[in-house]
């Protein structure tokens, strides 16, 4: 992941761009990991398909 894109500054300087992720994508985007990665996405022009996480200690899948 590229910082400059992915950091919180640019997200906090973004909330245009942070708002339409929510639009597209859903609250879900809140988390800053889950932002960095979408912009980051936008930022190069790639498509976004989905975000998840898995939590290694519980092993349990998040979306």
């Known amino acids: 992941m590229n910082d400059t894109i992915a950091s919180a500054n640019t997200r906090t300087a973004n ?7 929510h639009g597209e994508l859903g609250r879900g985007v809140e988390k800053s990991g ?8 936008y930022g190069l022009g790639t498509a976004l398909v989905k975000i998840a996480t898995v939590n290694i200690k519980q092993k349990q899948f998040k979306q």
């Not at 909330?15 to 992720?21: D, P």
């Not at 960095?36 to 996405?41: E, H, I, K, R, V």
């Open 15 to 21: 909330a245009t761009y942070v708002r339409g992720l």
């Open 34 to 41: 889950a932002c960095g990665f979408g912009l980051t996405c």
